[in-house]
């Protein structure tokens, strides 16, 4: 195992139960929360997450697809939420890979300038925005084992999947 591998670690469970510095929210354009992982971490987050959100979003209408942004974790065991928003899938044509690799560049990138050392990922756009999860698996571990290299403080990414399919789908692909 290199160092890099060392630094990916997977499970299968509920992200608003992990106590890394960051975890990162699949949120929707508008941040005012919703379904899925979006849903369970405004819930369990607490008011003080939405408030933050609404901040931004008075400042900056949103969140593009593809981009990411940070409030506090409210009543989470994490410290901050990055929310990020990935791409519906709409057949593959139109940007959907570049997109979702954004969203975990992203906000790896935040979480670097933030000087933050652990994140945990969902599996981005595989629920309600219909990204299939294979194709969204190698994306995620290759672009992060990149984006990785380019990073200062980061030692942690786990990988938290909450379905059996992507849990066993990611150690797939991280073993490859
Ligand atoms: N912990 C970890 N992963 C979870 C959890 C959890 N508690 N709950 C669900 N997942 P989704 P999307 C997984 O639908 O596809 C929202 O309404 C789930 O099994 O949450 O990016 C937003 O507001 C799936 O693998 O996000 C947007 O409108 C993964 O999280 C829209 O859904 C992502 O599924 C975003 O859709």
């Known amino acids: 195992m290199n160092d890099l591998t060392a630094r990916i670690e ?38 003080a997450v939405l408030e933050e959100c609404q901040k931004i979003r008075a400042r900056q209408g949103g969140c593009k697809t593809g981009e990411a942004v940070i409030t506090t974790a409210g009543m989470l065991p994490a410290k901050f939420v990055i929310h990020t928003v990935g791409p519906i899938w709409q057949g593959g044509s139109h940007h959907e890979d ?28 595989t629920g309600i925005y219909g990204f299939p999860k294979a194709r969204a698996a190698s994306i995620a571990v290759q672009t992060v084992r990149t984006a990785l290299q380019q990073c200062q403080f980061l030692q942690r990414v786990i990988f938290v ?10 150690q797939d692909v991280l073993n490859r």
């Open 10 to 47: 997977l499970v299968q469970g509920d992200i608003t139960r992990i106590s890394t510095d960051a975890i990162v929210n699949a949120a929707n354009n508008s941040l005012l929360g919703g379904g899925g992982v979006d849903g369970a971490i405004h819930r369990a987050g607490g008011p």
């Open 98 to 125: 570049q997109l979702l690799a954004a969203c975990y560049n992203q906000s790896l990138k935040l979480a670097d300038q933030h000087q933050l050392t652990s994140i945990a990922f969902p599996n981005i756009s």
């Open 161 to 170: 999947c909450h379905d059996h399919e992507n849990y066993a789908l990611y």
